[in-house]
């Protein structure tokens, strides 16, 4: 598994997430219906500040080696946030009748993201050779 790949698109994912959820709160309150007020406002905003900052770290990283005991801390951060953050949306997918979908989407995406970090965080990557 190419660290880099995998470093490239988590950022990506959660960089536009938190574009989102910092720029746009008052848009995803309405389209949630969660009632747009001041508490939600806030919460959501802190998410997109999290989200942005676990998205410029991966940004950063993608170039270093990752793995083993390589950057640990930034694997097992990302393997908590995705593995952690799946298994909410796994158990809460059931019980939830509006945007399911989202839902969905989110848990699935999460799940792999899980997988890969959890591989990525047990495995030594491998050495570059240079002849």
Not at 94 to 112: F, G
Request: charged letters at 10%.
């Amino acid at each position: 598994m190419n660290t880099k790949t995998v470093m490239i698109i988590s950022a990506l994912f959660l960089g536009v997430l938190g574009i989102t959820l910092s720029f746009f709160t008052q848009e995803v309150d309405a389209y949630l219906n969660n009632g747009s007020n001041t508490t939600s406002t806030l919460f959501l905003q802190l998410l997109g500040a999290l989200y942005l900052g676990f998205a410029i770290m991966n940004w950063m990283a993608k170039d270093t080696r990752i793995g083993g005991i390589y950057n640990r801390p930034i694997a097992i951060g990302n393997f908590m946030h995705f593995g952690v953050g799946a298994l909410a949306l796994i158990k809460i997918v059931s019980k939830v009748e509006l945007n399911q979908k989202i839902i969905i989407v989110l848990a699935i995406v999460y799940s792999i993201f899980a997988l890969c970090f959890a591989f990525i965080f047990r495995i030594n990557p491998k050495m570059d050779i240079k002849k």
